[in-house]
């Protein structure tokens, strides 16, 4: 291919949203001519687009979507992109993997996962980084639209397989009161009542902890695997096949010495009654 141009993810704000498309659009076996005829955009617009030299429309990432059947990859990245909710760095290409995994295994340690909350439950969590002063008001209905975007990942004609492993404190903080609470569990319970959807919760009295932060692991449909955990403000996409194997035979194990469904359902249950009294 002559004159092309090698796209950096990290270059800018937009980098990673030009990645994908460019990805995506190959993917495809499309030209960016072609891509532009599909979608109803002058080719420039797509040029410009893929090497992140501008802000592009909502429609654009919308109409892209539809034409490379990306399932709403970049519409969720142009939001994340486009806001300045301070989400982590490097959390912006992930969503784009975790928008397209198969299987997706999720360990947390101090909240429900992002693609499990409730509304009620994701505001108060927001809430309260607001009276912290980390961020705006404006910054936090930017986090909260762009967070219940991703949860349409779940509701796909062929949605991911979803282990999630909770250590038993994510139960037992009563973010945003009792009521909130109660209604966060109780729909993690219909959750795990989908043959999709595997929810173990990891109790106190269990030695051993895998990992000391949040833990994602995602199986792509290339069978291909990736990790990605975060620190304050900052996301680290893990690549590297013997980390992430590492990573995974952890989860494994974790899996194994973890109550199952039932019992880790009544673990659940007993919490929420625990908030009627």
């Known amino acids: 291919m002559v004159n092309r141009k090698e796209l950096d993810p990290s270059a800018g704000r937009w980098a990673p949203f030009g990645v994908q498309l460019r990805r995506s659009r190959e993917a495809a076996g499309l030209t960016q001519s072609q891509l532009a005829k599909l979608m109803g955009f ?23 979507d539809q034409a490379l059947s990306t ?7 142009w939001r994340q992109a486009s806001n300045s909710a301070g989400l982590a760095e490097g959390f912006t290409e992930f969503a784009g993997l975790e928008a397209k995994a198969k299987e997706l295994r999720l360990y947390e340690v101090t909240l ?26 404006d910054q936090a209905d930017e986090r909260l639209n762009f967070r219940l975007a991703r949860q349409a990942l779940l509701h796909r004609a062929q949605p991911p397989l979803v282990y999630a492993a909770l250590a038993e404190s994510v139960i037992r903080w009563s973010l ?33 902890r895998p990992y000391q932060t949040a833990v994602t692991l995602l199986t792509m449909p290339d069978e291909s695997q990736l990790g990605y955990t975060e620190i304050p403000n900052r996301g680290f996409l893990e690549r590297d096949r ?36």
């Open 112 to 137: 429900i996962p992002g693609l499990l909350q409730t509304h009620a439950y994701a505001e108060a969590e927001l809430s309260e980084a607001v009276l912290r002063g980390e961020i705006t008001n």
């Open 42 to 64: 002058h080719y420039s617009t797509v040029s410009f687009a893929e090497l992140g030299t501008k802000q592009v429309s909502l429609n654009f990432a919308r109409a892209a």
């Open 242 to 277: 013997s980390t992430v194997a590492i990573w995974r035979r952890r989860y494994d194990r974790l899996q194994v010495e973890a109550p199952m469904r039932a019992v880790s359902l009544d673990m659940i249950r007993a919490a929420r009654k625990d908030l009627s009294t």
């Open 71 to 77: 399932h709403g990859t970049l519409a969720l990245m």
């Open 176 to 208: 945003g009161g009792p009521v909130v609470m109660a209604r966060q569990l109780q729909h993690l319970e219909e959750l795990a009542s989908q043959p999709n959807i595997l929810v173990q919760v990891v109790p106190f009295s269990l030695a051993t």
